[in-house]
């Protein structure tokens, strides 16, 4: 006798509520989308990625750009190997094993500031200010923003498939990336991902960049969600800092990219090998 008197009264309710109580009592009865990742369950509806370390495979774009834009700076501001050691160092790159440092600039500043992060080097060694700047521009800019090499592009993982079982199963995907909107699309293009994406936030877009939690309130607000309705995935600390701050549904650390698992670790509620783990867990 019980269901049959429940489901009756709710009928009552919900005809004789104003419409937008009505909205809200009825989303108290609505199943919720679940997202399992590794062996963790969430109630979320969208899933934020990161793009280089995340999606494609960090090491092989962003080291190699550097060591040539170092190059070709030192060549163009007549330094030396202690230049390009200092250079290395402040953009957290380990020039002898290839490898860059998870919180350093290279892996997490948008390219305007990355550049004026060089200038300073160049002005530490004698360059005068506003020479430092153009020499950046010229040389390091034009190598960090150089259109992707098909070499470049390396997915990490079945990418393509993973995104299509996301979007398969009612899950947004969005992407969060310091990279300009040029290379992105490029890349997206490149794996043929890009109508899997509802969203998709640059570094050189206007209003904010990652780091900043605006940038996940406002994908949430775009996308009529909560924030507490995404998960944010990526290779830095960086990312899941700021994701903590935002208040996501989870904070998912993605190993093999540009932070070591032992930095991700802390900052994290669960890692991960690649986004193939991340899978539609039914509705509840």
Not at 36 to 55: H, N, Q
Not at 166 to 188: C, F, P, Q, S, Y
Not at 260 to 270: F, G, I, K, R, T
Request: glycine share 8%.
């Amino acid at each position: 006798m019980k269901p049959e008197f429940r489901l009756p009264l709710l009928r009552l309710l919900l005809i004789t509520l104003t419409s937008n109580s009505t909205i809200a009592l009825h989303s108290l009865f609505m199943d919720y989308t679940y997202i399992r990742i590794a062996d963790i369950e969430v109630p979320a509806r969208c899933v934020v990625f990161d793009k280089d370390g995340t999606l494609i495979d960090f090491h092989a774009v962003w080291g190699p750009r550097l060591v040539r834009g170092a190059t070709e700076l030192a060549v163009a501001a007549d330094l030396g190997d202690s230049f390009l050691a200092h250079l290395y160092q402040a953009a957290g790159y380990d020039a002898g094993n290839g490898r860059t440092s998870g919180q350093g600039p290279l892996a997490t500043a948008p390219l305007h500031q990355f550049t004026v992060i060089i200038a300073s080097i160049l002005f530490q060694h004698g360059i005068i200010w506003d020479k430092a700047l153009e020499l950046s521009n010229e040389h390091m800019g034009a190598s960090m923003t150089a259109t992707p090499t098909t070499q470049e592009v390396i997915p990490r993982g079945a990418v393509a498939e993973s995104l299509a079982r996301l979007v398969e199963g009612d899950i947004l995907a969005v992407i969060a990336t310091t990279d300009n909107r040029h290379a992105t699309k490029i890349m997206l293009n490149a794996l043929e991902v890009e109508p899997f994406f509802a969203d998709v936030r640059c570094g050189d877009d206007e209003g904010p960049v990652k780091p900043d939690v605006a940038v996940l309130n406002e994908i949430a607000d775009s996308l009529q969600l909560e924030v507490g309705d995404l998960i944010m995935v990526g290779d830095t600390v960086s990312d899941l800092a700021m994701a903590r701050k935002a208040g996501t549904a989870l904070c998912v650390g993605i190993t093999g990219g540009a932070g070591s698992a032992e930095e991700l670790a802390s900052h994290a509620d669960v890692l991960i090998n690649d986004i193939g783990e991340i899978r539609p867990a039914g509705l509840r």
